[in-house]
Each structure stands twice: as C-alpha cells, then as structure tokens.
T-cell receptor, first 114, second 113 residues
C-alpha cells in the first residue's frame, strides 16, 4: 500500500519570503507520479505542480518548484516570493502508473502574513 | 477548458430525503471520481468510473449511489443519509492514462440534519 506523509499541519510565511512544504511517501513501485494540489479557503482544489518519478529533473511552475529525492522518497514544495493568494491548504498526492487512484497526504495549512 | 462543474453548490437535507449531486465535464475525460472531504482533511475517494463503468467502490455505504449516464456526466444519488455524512463532496475527472492529473470541481457542501 502507498502512504503519503505531510509532517507540517500548519505553516506561516511572511509575504515575499520563501517557504518549503515537506512531503514523504512510501511505495514499492518504481514508476509513479507525484502532485501538489492547492485548496484555498472555500475554493476549488487546483493543481500546483506535477512530477514524474522517472524524470530526474525537478518540476517548476513559475514561483513553485519541487525538490524530488526519489531514493529518500521525498517530494517537497518550495514557494518563492510568497503572495497573499498562496494562503491555502496544500495536499501532496501520489498517483500510481496503473489505475486511477490518488493517495493524498493529510495536508499543510499555509498562511501568508502581510 | 479545464473546468469541472458541480451542482448544487450547497445542499441541506433531512435524513429521510432523496437528493442528487451532479457533476459535468467537457474535456473528453473518460475517468470520473467522487470524493468526500471533511474540513481540514484530505479528500477520501468514494467511487471511480472508467469509460462510464464503475471501476472502484471504496466500500461506500449503499445510501450513496453513483451513476454515470454518459462520458460527460456523473451523478451521486443520496438517500437516508446520516448527519455524519455532512461534508464537501468533490467530483474530479482525468484522462485515462497513467499519472494523469485529476481536475476537481468546486464541490457541493452538504449538510444533513
């Protein structure tokens, strides 16, 4: 079975600063996919970034980047130049290469302080 | 267009009522999902439909009955719910390829009295 762990239930960061959210996972699979989703208060869950496990290069999307360490089974999200709109719950998710099921972590509630 | 729509946005129902939640996508996705989400918790998978056929049922009580009438539409029929079923119900869809991103709708916030 796959498990995803987010060890930081809550975090805060000053506006314009950088913050890193951690995610670790456990799997015996070699091919899989990892995701960070953002869910602002009372708003829709949206994809932040996606990483394919067979790619060594870390994914980036504008101010968002990941540090993917396959051997350590670690997938952290770095948010640079934090903005007030980044305040949200962030969920790390693991997707198998077969089937359609995602395994979600417990989430990290991030608050950006003006 | 990466939009998944859900109706209604909010729903209040009594324990003897029958109601339905609706989800729609026009992205050509052939996988559709129902999740239940409690406040400050991750989504919990309930059902997965692949090519309009139920492929995963995560031991959900029979008072929840999913239906996929066509490739764009997903319903969740509710009957005789309990107060503990109050939650945000999320629909998602994706392409049927490995590792595809799931696109989520805004959810229906359900309150069972």
């Amino acid at each position: 079975a796959q498990t995803v762990t987010q060890s930081q239930p809550e975090m805060s960061v000053q506006e314009a600063e950088t913050v890193t959210l951690s995610c670790t996972y456990d799997t015996s699979e070699n091919n899989y996919y990892l995701f960070w989703y953002k869910q602002p208060p009372s708003r829709q869950m949206i994809l932040v970034i996606r990483q394919e496990a067979y790619k060594q290069q870390n994914a980036t999307e504008n101010r968002f980047s990941v540090n993917f360490q396959k051997a350590a089974k670690s997938f952290s999200l770095k948010i640079s130049d934090s903005q007030l709109g980044d305040t949200a719950m962030y969920f790390c998710a693991f997707g198998m290469n077969t089937g359609n099921q995602f395994y979600f972590g417990t989430g990290t509630s991030l608050t950006v302080i003006p | 267009d990466t939009e998944v729509t859900q109706t209604p946005k909010h729903l209040v129902m009594g324990m003897t009522n029958k109601k339905s939640l609706k989800c729609e996508q026009h992205m050509g996705h052939r996988a559709m999902y129902w999740y239940k989400q409690k406040a400050k918790k991750p989504p919990e998978l309930m059902f997965v439909y692949s090519y309009e056929k139920l492929s995963i049922n995560e031991s959900v009580p029979s008072r929840f009955s999913p239906e996929c009438p066509n490739s764009s539409l997903l319903n969740l029929h509710l009957h005789a719910l309990q107060p503990e079923d109050s939650a945000l119900y999320l629909c998602a869809s994706s392409l049927l390829r490995e590792g595809e991103t799931q696109y989520f709708g805004p959810g229906t916030r359900l309150l069972v009295l």
